[in-house]
């Protein structure tokens, strides 16, 4: 059974032509921006019987099935790799575009999760028990596999900062998360190690998955502070520690080499002196001149208000160009942004127009207002009739 099995499953050259059918398909989408056209490039992808193999053999413990089958489906996931990776190169010249299908496919979901236990179930369930060939878990798990793959060669060819190593940590996820449930129905249909040897090969494979998934600095709890927003893009707007020069007024008058020889003809806005020094300085008296009380126009500017995005679901929110309108942009939680003081209400949903820094370029958009957090306090600073000056 074990050499049937092994036979049905080993990887051929179908595996490496349909994954560059796949990834051509891919990496049109994601330049297209294109939900449809991403879903037809995993329905073009092969038929995974090469990670049931794998699967298969780690379980038996066969090292040299598991390394053949391993190597084969890393070739195709970097053929799908590097066809990404020039997809984005070729979508360089026509930035900013619009890219939320890069960005979704580089974010952990936890839809996701659930949906690549149940392929994997039912591939392995499918494969093992019966002759059928299992398309439709292999196309899900085609989709849930070769996305983050091609958005992370696409995010690398564009120069998505803020995709790289997002979408890495999603493959690897999502890889050892089906391997997981793949080992574990397996197991359930009492397949076991040929020998107590083969058994060190098994307890390895399974030991790296559990470190891999559940590990304090695994890759699982990084993609979940990424999917949360705990580490924010590098190019995400920040809130400045100072305020900008034209928000400070001086108040100090000027000095002067010598006063005036008549006050009252001094033209308007220009400070007295302060202090005068005679000619006969060695021995002279230091003379004190009447002094001139300043009248300083102070201009007051609005403060900026900044606000983060903190969405209780998805790990993030979408920028639109209007009021549930055109998508323009995927913002992740812990992104600081620009509140520009309009609000609309749409269906009893109110909207907010922020800016924000995207690709390392200033977008204007819409969003819903209960996902932002006030980041900086509002100051509603007054100017008084009369000003003190500084003595």
Same mark, same amino acid.
């Given at each position: ?23 051509? +398909? ?11 056209? +991403? ?14 193999? *794998?699967?298969?053999?780690? +379980?038996?413990?066969?090292?040299? &099935? ?73 196309? *899900? ?15 690398? /060819? ?10 890495? &940590? ?20 009492? &397949? ?25 600095? /695994? ?99 979408? *920028? ?20 520009? /003081? ?17 690709? /390392? ?31």
């Amino acid at each position: 059974m074990l050499a049937e099995l092994a036979r049905r499953a080993y990887p051929s050259y179908e595996l490496y032509l349909y994954a560059l059918v796949s990834g051509v +398909i891919l990496g049109v989408g994601f330049f297209v921006d294109s939900p449809a056209v +991403i879903l037809f490039g995993a329905l073009s992808a092969p038929l995974l019987t090469a990670w049931v193999g *794998m699967t298969l053999a780690s +379980i038996t413990g066969a090292a040299r &099935f598991f390394a053949q089958t391993l190597a084969a489906l890393f070739v195709s996931f970097i053929i799908v790799f590097l066809i990404g990776l020039i997809a984005g190169f070729a979508s360089t010249p026509f930035q900013p575009v619009t890219l939320n299908q890069v960005y979704i496919h580089s974010r952990l979901w936890l839809p996701d999760l659930i949906v690549i236990a149940l392929s994997a179930i039912l591939m392995v369930v499918t494969f093992v028990r019966t002759e059928t060939r299992p398309y439709l878990p292999s196309a *899900m798990l085609a989709y849930e596999f070769y996305l983050p793959v091609s958005a992370l060669g696409f995010g690398i /060819g564009a120069g998505l900062l803020d995709v790289f190593p997002q979408a890495a &940590f999603i493959f690897l996820i999502h890889f050892a998360w089906a391997t997981f449930f793949g080992l574990i129905t397996l197991a359930f249909l009492r &397949f076991r190690p040929l020998t107590a040897a083969r058994s060190i090969l098994t307890i390895a494979i399974f030991i790296a998955i559990l470190a891999a998934l559940f590990g304090p600095t /695994g890759f699982a709890n990084q993609a979940w502070n990424f999917a949360l927003g705990d580490s924010a893009p590098a190019q995400a707007a920040s809130v400045p520690a100072t305020p900008p020069p034209s928000q400070t007024a001086d108040l100090s008058p000027a000095l002067t080499d010598t006063p005036s020889p008549n006050p009252s003809s001094r033209p308007s806005g220009t400070a007295a002196p302060t202090l005068a020094v005679s000619p006969t300085l060695l021995g002279g008296d230091v003379v004190f001149p009447d002094t001139e009380t300043p009248t300083p126009t102070v201009t007051i500017e609005p403060t900026p208000i900044f606000a983060k995005i903190s969405s209780i679901e998805g790990g993030g929110a979408y *920028m639109r160009k209007t009021p549930g309108g055109e998508f323009l942009a995927t913002l992740d939680n812990g992104v600081i942004v620009e509140v520009l /003081g309009e609000t609309q209400e749409l269906r009893g949903v109110t909207w907010v127009k922020i800016a924000a820094i995207k690709n /390392g370029i200033r977008m204007e958009g819409w969003i819903i207002q209960l996902v932002l957090v006030t980041a900086t306090p509002v100051v509603n600073w007054q100017p008084t009739a009369t000003t003190t000056p500084l003595p």
